[in-house]
């Protein structure tokens, strides 16, 4: 029932978001490339699962839409937005500024709209249609693996929540551990576009991925077809094959002892494999739902670049809808 109240909140959302955002909304122009970007779609706290986030990356600005409940249980909604900016503010153990970006502004509330249905002002009300007022501060900090940090100021209080994006796909895990690959890994099938951040003369590289062949091996190396997601329980190797061309692309989850199955030892992660070399590589947790982050050359060199590198990967790859 709370996530059905949320949703039909949302539905006020599109009715009414052309003038909020108006408020808000400057020049949307090209600006640079940042090592962390947002990617658009509804965003939830799993610690707080009754609030939904709407985020809109254009250009160099981002706008975010929250839909919550007030004290009493009623569906409100605020608004922020400002422009992207490299670099934390909040901060956490682990990364460096180089990988993040963030906006920081005022939180606007949303009030007085019309219901469904109407365009206009109800009869007998005398309260024009629709009012907006600040009631706090936000920083939002987003992160090259695709986590949003949500610092929010309001009644006196800070709130930290941190933001995934709402996967309607894969639905509820329940309590069992063995779990099909798309729970353990990213589904990456489907066809996807790469281009280079760096060098904007590269042409764009168009892939089409088939579904993966799945192999896993438990920790005695028998094979199985139940996949655990615990990192060390396992050896699995997924295997895309690209229907454009001879290219694929092979993630790997490996332990020490994974030579005795015909896979390199302490593999993890993705690798774009053409021609026998290695186009590009990533991080599992690169990975979002439409995007993906990579940087190019084998996967045993990403490990060490993800950490020092300050621009970020080179290559970002956007799923094609």
């Not at 609030?51 to 009623?74: F, N, P, S, T």
């Not at 069992?176 to 489907?190: E, I, K, Q, S, T």
């Not at 092979?250 to 026998?276: K, Q």
Request: negative net charge.
């Amino acid at each position: 029932m709370i996530g059905l109240q949320v949703f039909i909140a949302a539905g006020r959302f599109l009715r009414v978001c052309s003038l909020a955002l108006g408020l808000f909304a400057g020049c949307f122009c090209v600006g640079n490339a940042f090592a962390a970007t947002p990617e658009n779609g509804l965003y939830w706290d799993p610690g707080r699962p009754a609030q939904a986030y709407a985020i809109e990356h254009q250009g160099d600005r981002v706008a975010l839409v929250m839909l919550g409940y007030d004290e009493a249980g009623r569906a409100e909604w605020f608004t922020a937005s400002g422009p992207l900016q490299s670099g934390m503010l909040i901060g956490t153990h682990g990364h460096d500024p180089g990988d993040a970006s963030y906006i920081t502004g005022s939180l606007f509330r949303l009030a007085g709209g019309p219901p469904i249905g109407f365009s206009g002002l109800l009869p007998g009300d005398d309260v024009p249609y629709f009012t907006s007022a600040p009631v706090g501060q936000i920083t939002a900090e987003f992160y090259g693996d695709g986590r949003v940090i949500l610092l929010l100021r309001h009644n006196g209080q800070s709130v930290f929540s941190l933001l995934q994006r709402f996967n309607f796909g894969y639905g509820g895990f329940g309590r069992h551990d063995y779990l099909p690959h798309v729970n353990c890994w990213p589904n990456l099938a489907g066809e996807w576009v790469f281009v280079d951040r760096e060098d904007v003369s590269r042409p764009a590289r168009r892939f089409k991925l088939a579904q993966p062949q799945v192999r896993a091996w438990t920790q005695d190396l028998v094979p199985t077809s139940e996949l655990r997601c615990d990192f060390h329980d396992q050896t699995q190797d997924l295997l895309y094959a690209d229907e454009l061309s001879d290219a694929v692309l092979r993630c790997r989850r490996t332990r020490e002892d994974s030579g005795n199955v015909g896979i390199d030892p302490w593999t993890f992660g993705c690798a774009l494999v053409e021609a026998g070399e290695t186009v590009f590589s990533f991080e599992a947790n690169y990975t979002q739902l439409d995007r993906i982050r990579a940087w190019r050359g084998p996967l045993g060199e990403v490990g060490e670049r993800m950490f020092n590198d300050r621009d970020g990967p080179e290559m970002t790859g956007f799923r094609v809808r």
